[in-house]
């Protein structure tokens, strides 16, 4: 039971940094004048940190992956065609009846920044920011819970409310809640019937990878 507090507690302050670690470690890094240089190196050092928090998780499946490639990529893909599934078709639903047209003010973001900078979205969104978040949502939220169908779900909201609050939102926004949760679901999913935090990492960077190459080759 101390044990189960004892992960909820870090769990909970796991999430909670995703706030303001990047800011405070970003403060210490002022001598670095590029603003997209000293992100990244942030976000690195906080990566680098959370790898240190669950170097047991992270250790055990860089040992299993050698083995158990070919399963982790059938496994991966069969759920993340699921989520996309479901994401492609909620986000219709909401462009169309809801929002008119527009997307998620996440989605904005990205695609300025992709626009705007390509190599540092690049680095940001295929690279770093799956290891990241397949840290925080489902590395430390799998301490947690046992059941696996639970995990996904708890799983899921909570990405796709990170996901759907992030910018200037408004309370229509957290619609986008299904269409993250979705992906974020079947991330859970994979990771818990693999045990593998790389079958997650992997899948979701290549999510990223096609999601920044239609964005270049389409708004670039």
Same mark, same amino acid.
């Given at each position: 039971?101390?044990?189960?507090?004892?992960? *909820?507690?870090?769990?909970?302050? *796991?999430?909670?940094?995703?706030?303001?670690?990047?800011?405070?470690?970003?403060?210490?890094?002022?001598?670095?004048?590029?603003?997209?240089?000293?992100?990244?190196?942030?976000?690195?050092?906080?990566?680098?940190?959370?790898?240190?928090?669950?170097?047991?998780?992270?250790?055990?499946?860089?040992?299993?992956?050698?083995?158990?490639?070919?399963?982790?990529?059938?496994?991966?893909?069969?759920?993340?065609?699921?989520?996309?599934?479901?994401?492609?078709?909620?986000?219709?639903?909401?462009?169309?009846?809801?929002?008119?047209?527009?997307?998620?003010?996440?989605?904005?973001?990205?695609?300025?920044?992709?626009?705007?900078?390509?190599?540092?979205?690049?680095?940001?969104?295929?690279?770093?920011?799956?290891?990241?978040?397949?840290?925080?949502?489902?590395?430390?939220?799998?301490?947690?819970?046992?059941?696996?169908?639970?995990?996904?779900?708890?799983?899921?909201?909570?990405?796709?409310?990170?996901?759907?609050?992030?910018?200037?939102?408004?309370?229509?926004?957290?619609?986008?809640?299904?269409?993250?949760?979705?992906?974020?679901?079947?991330?859970?999913?994979?990771?818990?019937?693999?045990?593998?935090?790389?079958?997650?990492?992997?899948?979701?960077?290549?999510?990223?990878?096609?999601?920044?190459?239609?964005?270049?080759?389409?708004?670039?």
């Amino acid at each position: 039971m101390k044990e189960k507090i004892k992960n *909820i507690i870090i769990c909970l302050l *796991i999430i909670l940094s995703m706030f303001v670690a990047t800011y405070y470690i970003s403060m210490f890094l002022g001598f670095i004048s590029n603003d997209e240089i000293q992100n990244l190196i942030a976000n690195l050092i906080y990566l680098i940190i959370l790898i240190y928090i669950f170097r047991k998780e992270i250790f055990f499946s860089f040992k299993n992956i050698k083995g158990n490639f070919k399963k982790i990529l059938n496994i991966g893909f069969k759920y993340w065609s699921l989520g996309i599934f479901i994401m492609i078709v909620s986000n219709l639903v909401i462009n169309l009846f809801i929002f008119k047209g527009s997307i998620a003010e996440n989605e904005e973001m990205a695609r300025s920044i992709i626009i705007a900078s390509p190599i540092y979205g690049f680095i940001s969104s295929v690279i770093i920011a799956p290891f990241l978040e397949e840290i925080i949502f489902r590395v430390s939220l799998k301490r947690v819970f046992n059941n696996k169908y639970i995990y996904a779900v708890f799983s899921g909201i909570i990405f796709g409310l990170m996901h759907a609050i992030s910018g200037s939102p408004t309370w229509l926004d957290l619609v986008y809640i299904i269409p993250y949760g979705a992906l974020g679901f079947a991330f859970g999913l994979m990771y818990a019937e693999t045990d593998n935090v790389f079958t997650s990492v992997i899948m979701h960077a290549l999510h990223n990878l096609m999601s920044f190459s239609l964005v270049f080759i389409l708004l670039g």
